[in-house]
């Protein structure tokens, strides 16, 4: 049984999430400093509640403590899978009559029916124009199936 796994590119989330964790650093910082100087701000608690979010959410995940749920799509010969949402989309492959591949989406047309659906391609796999081209290497080996 062969599988083919598409993800993005994690490497640019890890760099986003670097830079959001050193500005909740930043901002408790100078909340830590105002605080020792005795000038509060009013509203000292918004600011305190976003410090702490980005620094325990993005710098969390920046050094890997915690992982998030990344889109990804699974080709197997079983059918076409995506996990770009909290539902999961899944096609098996003797229900489809047709496979086309765009840049933003892939196109499929039911067996009976005869309607059509799309499969969106998370904008962090269309990123990287080699997860385009294994996406199009196996789906033109697993529509042989179809076919």
């Known amino acids: 049984m062969k599988e083919i796994i598409i993800t993005g590119n994690h490497k640019i989330l890890r760099i986003w999430f670097t830079v959001l964790g050193i500005c909740g650093v ?11 100087n005795g000038e ?15 620094t325990i959410g993005a710098g ?3 050094l890997g403590l915690i992982n998030l749920r990344l889109p990804e799509i699974y080709l197997n010969d079983e059918g076409i899978r995506s996990s ?3 539902w999961e989309s899944s096609f098996k492959w003797e229900k489809l009559k047709h496979i086309e591949l ?4 892939i196109e499929i047309q039911y067996v009976e029916p005869g309607l059509k659906n799309e499969i969106p391609i998370p904008y962090l796999i269309r990123l990287n124009s080699q997860n385009l081209q294994i996406l199009n290497i196996g789906l033109t080996e697993f529509s042989k199936k179809i076919m």
């Open 40 to 54: 509060m701000m009013e509203r000292w608690y918004i600011n305190l509640a976003l410090g702490l979010l980005l």
């Open 84 to 86: 770009k949402t909290a």
């Open 60 to 62: 969390g995940y920046a």
């Open 102 to 105: 765009y840049k933003n989406k």
């Open 26 to 36: 930043l901002i408790l910082g100078g909340h830590t400093y105002n605080f020792f």
